[in-house]
């Protein structure tokens, strides 16, 4: 973007943060009684909305039943709020389509579906405030999802995107940065084993530097995943008093 100063002499990005820092991360669990599992979050200005449901019998068409394992349905989109531009965005739209395929190959990586043979399970993800890393959110907001709702997983499933400015690797890209049109990453890692999910890349970047700005994607993941474990055992203390509080009324 022109005119504009990425990463200043003294290495601080648009919004402050040095080069590998997170934005602000906020996030709730059990936001919703109906579902079975469900997660709200905030990463720096962008909002995202998870809800789960199952394991259950699959519906309709018996045709995609698999025998040995569950299938992970997701659905991804967008609120018409959720960016400057009010325009409805059909769920069928190429970017939808691009997310929900995402979404579905990192959570088949992350849930033990072998444990629920012929049966479903729905992750909805909905986008409220755009602000950069929309699929790094939805992955992170959706853990906590299929963590609330009771599925087993081989472990979290944490998400962030990485650039290449100036030089130098960014983690977790805001919506200015990425629109920079630089190179730019997003990887989802099950940071216990550092198995990656999924890594997709939307431009051109050099061998030597892959290296540098994946390490930069990994390390803000690991990072992520201390913020979730915390926001899990946080929940799970709430919910704890608030049962031992029923026992004792």
Do not use: W
């Not at 200015?176 to 630089?182: F, M, N, R, T, Y």
């Amino acid at each position: 973007m022109a005119g504009l100063e990425l990463l200043s002499d003294q290495g601080y990005r648009v919004d402050g943060r040095k080069s590998g820092e997170l934005r602000k991360i906020q996030a709730r669990m059990g936001v919703f009684a109906q579902a079975d599992g469900s997660a709200y979050m905030e990463q720096g200005n962008t909002k995202a909305l998870a809800v789960v449901y199952g394991p259950h019998e699959i519906r309709g068409s018996r045709a995609k039943t698999l025998h040995d394992r569950a299938v992970v349905n997701c659905q991804y989109s967008m609120a018409t709020f959720s960016t400057g531009e009010r325009k409805r965005r059909p769920h069928g739209d190429r970017t939808s389509t691009e997310m929900t395929m995402h979404l579905k190959q990192t959570f088949e990586a992350a849930i033990l579906t072998q444990l629920y043979p012929r049966c479903q399970i729905d992750i909805y993800v909905q986008i409220l405030q755009a602000d950069g890393g929309n699929y790094c959110t939805c992955v992170n907001a959706a853990t906590l999802a299929v963590i609330d709702a009771g599925i087993p997983m081989r472990d979290y499933v944490c998400a962030s995107s990485a650039g290449f400015i100036e030089d130098t690797p960014l983690a977790d890209l805001s919506y200015v940065e990425e629109a920079s049109g630089g190179p730019q990453l997003a990887l989802a890692l099950l940071p216990k084993s550092d198995q990656i999910a999924l890594l997709e890349m939307n431009s051109r970047l050099h061998e030597d530097h892959l290296d540098r700005v994946i390490d930069a994607a990994s390390k803000a993941c690991k990072d992520v995943y201390a913020v979730l474990d915390q926001v899990v055992r946080d929940h799970l203390q709430e919910v704890t008093a608030l049962i031992g509080d029923r026992g004792s009324a």
